[in-house]
């Protein structure tokens, strides 16, 4: 069999942060890469770097431009603290990520996984890097039915990778990990195992266990928010309004919406009676549900057409939503349908 570095020279993916590996680079990948696939990441990389090439453009950015630059990435709350981090880099190391695991993992948003990888890939360090990826490998060669969103099993994992790690080598050995979970063991569908570098040793393989493992325990239903959606346009402007800066998808920008669902008669009646606007038309545009990670949301939206954009609400025309405000990629089915009518 293929040792894992040889096998990470050869079959990795040229990806951008591989490339130019300085630090700064590999922090915002791995921050980028939490909970998100790397297709999605590649059109943001680059572009974030363009904008925020070093971590003191970072720590001085405005929100709307970092909200604008992570939009449609989700869980926005790591571009907070990824500006937060670079804040404290700033007023504490002077600008550059100091090359030490505990200084790192200190800073806001960088857990142990991060700081492993940050600290292996970019710095050299022995240390281990274990996520969703990894414990999938690890489960597997392992032969472990635990539950591996258990914190125990994350420890002893990391204890074997400290062990297991050739000191010389660390960055390749920490995404050779990374890169089997991604493309060989991989996270829905059958796992390519006869390409794997850890074939040999990989007792679920051995044992027809690869369907069992790795285990997860079953975790409670998500919470069913149902809503109506507005979109209330104007001679080609519609209205927006920013979210509260606490909470799920704070400080982005919605449509109006209620957290019930109204039909398309008490849509006109909330609009002419509270909102104090003259109703031109109400046009059904069907529902929409988008998965968070604690909650579902199952959407009716409309079209609304009005003599004035409500008072309480922003009245922005189609180039400002492009260009200047961050809306969720949860109002995606009807931002699309707000574009075509704006054009
Ligand atoms: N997922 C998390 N970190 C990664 C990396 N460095 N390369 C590819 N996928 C990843």
Not at 126 to 148: F, K
Not at 299 to 326: C, F, K, S, W
């Amino acid at each position: 069999p293929v040792p894992l570095l040889e096998w990470y020279r050869v079959n990795r993916r040229i990806l951008p942060w591989r490339e130019d590996p300085w630090p700064y680079r590999v922090w915002v990948s791995e921050i980028m890469l939490q909970q998100t696939r790397v297709e999605a990441v590649l059109p943001y990389y680059e572009r974030f770097l363009r904008e925020l090439p070093d971590i003191s453009a970072l720590a001085a950015a405005p929100e709307e431009q970092l909200l604008k630059l992570w939009e449609g990435l989700g869980y926005y709350s790591r571009v907070r603290n990824l500006q937060k981090a670079a804040q404290v880099v700033c007023e504490q190391y002077g600008g550059e990520l100091p090359s030490d695991y505990e200084a790192v993992k200190a800073l806001p948003g960088i857990g142990e996984y991060t700081a492993g990888a940050i600290c292996s890939i970019a710095f050299g360090l022995p240390t281990p890097a274990v996520d969703g990826n990894v414990l999938r490998v690890l489960s597997r060669v392992l032969e472990s039915h635990e539950d591996i969103l258990k914190q125990s099993v994350k420890k002893h994992f990391e204890e074997l990778l400290r062990e297991t790690m050739p000191k010389e080598r660390t960055s390749a050995f920490t995404q050779g990990m990374i890169e089997i979970g991604a493309i060989v063991c991989v996270p829905n569908g059958k796992p390519k195992c006869e390409e794997c570098p850890l074939e040999s040793l990989c007792l679920a393989e051995r044992h027809g266990l690869l369907d069992s493992i790795p285990y997860k325990a079953p975790k409670k239903p998500r919470k069913i928010e149902e809503k109506t959606v507005l979109l209330i346009c104007s001679s080609k402007k519609a209205a927006i309004r920013k979210r509260p800066d606490q909470g799920l998808l704070a400080s982005l920008y919605e449509f109006p919406n209620t957290d019930h669902y109204l039909t398309a008669d008490e849509v006109r009646e909330y609009l002419e009676k509270e909102q104090g606007v003259t109703v031109e038309s109400v046009e059904p545009l069907g529902n929409a549900k988008h998965i968070f990670s604690h909650v579902e949301w199952h959407m009716n939206g409309y079209l609304v057409q009005t003599d004035q954009i409500p008072r309480q609400y922003l009245a922005v025309e189609r180039q400002e939503l492009q260009n200047r405000y961050a809306i969720p990629n949860a109002f995606q089915a009807y931002y699309q349908k707000l574009m075509e009518v704006l054009a």
